[in-house]
Each structure stands twice: as structure tokens, then as C-alpha cells.
């Protein structure tokens, strides 16, 4: 049964700045643009993303949230998978100076998440991949891996969970997923207790929007 609100003080209030007339919202210290900026306005004209990358979705800002108390070491190499815009790439290469790799499966997703990186002055390495296609060698370049809302389908659960296994074979140190509690997430999670060290809790957000979902930790045991 989900439960309350986790009893924790919040840590900083996040910034929500609407900053007038550039359509741009302020969050966790981080730029996003609105459907109305005028770059995402060219891009829609262009570019569509067809498997749920089209806007930020709300997890990631439990995501950033959960990071502010759970923090990345200064320059971890970070790898965030099913990106879409890259919110939390942005948040990582903003607060942590993490040197980030984003990856989604959309090519489509790509010019978002580069408008975005502009505005926030990060620089993010894109690339396009399914991220169960990732060689062992390839997650063995990363210390930690990062999601938002990447396990929407009941397909997606054994390829994220063998991911999370290899990654952490491979060497990664940790792996955080947040999501807004859907019955595929939490398939996941029971697998990855079955075998890993982990910590599921409850997050909740307030800000930009009231969000509640779930953040899931996993390390090697
Ligand atoms: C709901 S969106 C979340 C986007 C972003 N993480 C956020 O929180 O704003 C899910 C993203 O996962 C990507 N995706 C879905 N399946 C994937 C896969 N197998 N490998 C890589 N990316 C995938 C989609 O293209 C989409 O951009």
C-alpha cells in the first residue's frame, strides 16, 4: 500500500520562477522551457517525439529532489536513460558537475534536449540508443545511471531490470529510478530487492507541481 508523505523536511525550496515573457520555468536551479518558447515552438514544426519523450515529465523532478539529499560526488560520470528532454541530465551537469551522457531510444527527443542544454549552458553528450542494447563495456564507462518515468510498459521491465543487473556487474555504484508509481516500477523494484541492496521510498514534490511517486536506489551488495 503506498503511503503518506515520507517525514522529511525539505531540504531547499526549490526556485519556480516564472520568468516573464520567455517562457522559461525555474526549478531546482535549472532552466526548462515551456511549449510556448519560441525554440520548442520551431522545433514542434519539426521534430516529434513518438515514444512519450514530447515534454519534462514530472519525475524528474523527484529525481532532482531525491539528489538533493542524496547526493552525486563533484564530476561522477552519469548516464540518464529514456532522457526525453534531459531535465535531470541538465540538474546533474548544473549542480554536481557531473560529466553527462544522455540516452534515449527517440532520435526525435535529441533537438529538445539540446535547446535545453543552451539555455542552461551544460554540456550533455546525446546518444541514441535502446538503453537494453548498452555493451558491458559501454556501462563500465559510467558511475552512476539515472531515469525518470522510463518503465511505462510491461515490456520495459525485464529489459531495465537485466539492465540494472549489468550495470552494477559492470562496476556503477548506483542506479536511481524515479516513477510515478505504476505496477511495472514496482515489478522492477521486487526484482531488484530480490538480489541488490535497495531503497524504494515514497518522493514527493511540491514544486514546480505537486508530484508524488517513488524513487528506487540500487547499489551492489
Ligand atoms: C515518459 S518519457 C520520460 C522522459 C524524461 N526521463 C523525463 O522525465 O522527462 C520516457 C522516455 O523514455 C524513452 N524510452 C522508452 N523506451 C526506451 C528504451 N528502451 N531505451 C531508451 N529510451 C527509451 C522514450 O523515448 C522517452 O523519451
Not at 50 to 78: C, E, I, N, Q
Not at 100 to 111: G, H, N, R, S, Y
Not at 179 to 207: I, L, S
Request: proline share 6%; with cysteine.
Amino acid at each position: 500500500m503506498r503511503g503518506l508523505f515520507p517525514k522529511r523536511l525539505p531540504k531547499t525550496m526549490p526556485a519556480v520562477v516564472d520568468i516573464a515573457n520567455k517562457n522559461l520555468n525555474d526549478a531546482y536551479g535549472i532552466l526548462l522551457p515551456t511549449a510556448k518558447h519560441k525554440d520548442i515552438r520551431k522545433l514542434k514544426k519539426k521534430h516529434e517525439p513518438s515514444v512519450h519523450g514530447h515534454k519534462t515529465w514530472s519525475a524528474s523532478f523527484a529525481l532532482m529532489d531525491y539528489l538533493l539529499y542524496h547526493p552525486l560526488k563533484k564530476h561522477s560520470r552519469v548516464l540518464e536513460i529514456g532522457c526525453g528532454w534531459g531535465p535531470a541530465s541538465m540538474f546533474c551537469a548544473k549542480h554536481f558537475k557531473a560529466q553527462m551522457t544522455a540516452l534515449d531510444i527517440d532520435p526525435e527527443v535529441f533537438p529538445y534536449l539540446e535547446v535545453v542544454a543552451k539555455i542552461n549552458k551544460v554540456k550533455v553528450e546525446p546518444l541514441v540508443s535502446k538503453f537494453e542494447k548498452l555493451t558491458d563495456e559501454q556501462l563500465s564507462q559510467f558511475d552512476v545511471i539515472i531515469g525518470s518515468d522510463i518503465c511505462f510498459w510491461d515490456e520495459l521491465v525485464k529489459p531495465l531490470s537485466k539492465l540494472i543487473d549489468r550495470s552494477l556487474a559492470a562496476g556503477v555504484k548506483r542506479v536511481i529510478i524515479t516513477d510515478p508509481g505504476r505496477p511495472t516500477f514496482y515489478e522492477v523494484c521486487g526484482k531488484m530487492k530480490k538480489k541488490h541492496k535497495t531503497v524504494q521510498e515514497d518522493w514527493y514534490v511540491m514544486d514546480p507541481k505537486f508530484f508524488q511517486g517513488d524513487v528506487l536506489e540500487v547499489r551492489a551488495k
